[in-house]
C-alpha cells in the first residue's frame, strides 16, 4: 500500500541514515528523474522500488552488488548481504533465482538509464577505502572507533579486534532497530562482538560528547571517526556543529575520514554531470536533498578544517580513488568507472 504524502522535514533536522523518511511528492507528478530518464520497460521495476526505498535500502543492495558478481577487487563486506536479505526478505527469491537478469536490468537502470555511471562501483569502493582505514588505525594502535551516522554499516562486526572498541553514533529509533537486526542476523555475540550503542541526535549540540563519554569512549586517546554518506544530507549548520563535536572530543592523533560533495555543484557554480542530475532529484523526490557540501580545492578544503585543529592527510577526487581501489578499470569521462563528482579525505588531529 504506497505511504501518504508527507511534509519535508524542517531544514534544521538532521536526516539521518535508516530515519530518513520516504517522502512522496504532493503535487501529482513523478520524480522528475523517473518521468524524463527512465520511463516504462525493464526499468519500471527498478522506478517502483527506487520511489518506496529510502536510499539507505538502495546503498544495501548496492554494497554487495560487485562481491555478488565476482568481479575484481571488490570489498570484503560479506554481512552486508545477510543485513539486505534480512531487512528485504521479498527480494532473495529473485535476487538468487534470475540472479543474472537481475543484475543486468538493475546495473542498467543505475548507470545507463539514471546516468550514473560508477554509482554501484562508488558504493563499493567507498567501503573498501574505509576499511582499509579502519584496518591502518588500528595497526597504528588507534584503539577507538567511531561510526558517526553507523545504519547498515558493518564494520564494528568484521573489523574488530584485540583491544579496539567500536561505537555506532545514529538516532534512538535506528540504533534500536540496528541492535533488532544485528541480533537477529549475528546471534554468536562472542564471534560478532557487539559495539557501543550511542543513540544521538548529532544536531543536539553537546549530546555527542556526553553520550560518547557514558557509552565508555576516552577523549584523552586518539580515536577514528568514520562519517560515510552523512554530511551531504545534513544542512550545513548541522555539519558544522557535528564537526565542532567531534573536534572537541578527538586527541591529538585522531583521525577523520568522509566522503563529500563539492559545494560548487550544489550551489551551481560548477556545471554538474548528467549522473548528478539526476541522483539529485531522485533523492529530492524521495525526501533526501542534497543540502551541504565543501569547497574541494585543496586550500579552502584545508582552510575549513584547520581552526578545528585538524590537518588534512589526503583529499582525493574520484579518478584518484578509482585509480587506487579499482585499478583494473580504465577512466573514461563519458562513462567514469566511479561517480566522478564524489571525493574522499583523511584528516588527522594535530
Known sequence: MAEAAQPAAPATQPVLSEAKPVHRRDDGRKPALYHRKVG??????????????????????????????????????????MFRDHVMPARVFWYNTFFYIYKTIYAWAVEEAMGAHGMINYVDARTSYMDGLVVIAAAQSIDQVVVIASGYCTRAYRLHRAGVKFFEVDLPPVVERKIGLVDAVLPDKEKYPRPAYVPT?????????????????????????????????????????????????????????????????????????????????????????????FDTSPEDFAAYWRPHGWAVVELLDARALAAKQLPHLKWSDRKPPLLDFMHFAELRKE
Not at 43 to 69: A, E
Not at 249 to 277: K, M, N, Y
Open 40 to 81: 516504462r520497460g525493464p526499468c519500471g521495476i527498478f522506478r517502483c522500488v527506487g520511489n518506496h526505498r529510502p536510499t539507505n535500502y538502495m546503498i544495501l543492495c548496492q554494497r554487495p552488488f560487485n562481491r555478488d558478481c565476482k568481479l575484481p577487487n571488490c570489498n570484503e563486506d560479506f554481512i552486508s548481504p
Open 201 to 293: 541526535d548529532l544536531a543536539d549540540v553537546g549530546a555527542l560528547a556526553g553520550n560518547l563519554a557514558g557509552a565508555g569512549f576516552d577523549a584523552s586517546r586518539p580515536a577514528l571517526f568514520t562519517c560515510e554518506g552523512i554530511f551531504c544530507y545534513l544542512p550545513q549548520a548541522v555539519v558544522d556543529c557535528v564537526v565542532a563535536q567531534v573536534s572537541e572530543i578527538a586527541a591529538p592523533g585522531s583521525r577523520l575520514c568522509l566522503d563529500l560533495i563539492p559545494r560548487g555543484l550544489l550551489e551551481g557554480r560548477v556545471r554538474p554531470s548528467r549522473g548528478f542530475v539526476n541522483g539529485r532529484d531522485a533523492l529530492a523526490a524521495r525526501g533526501e536533498p542534497l543540502l551541504s557540501g
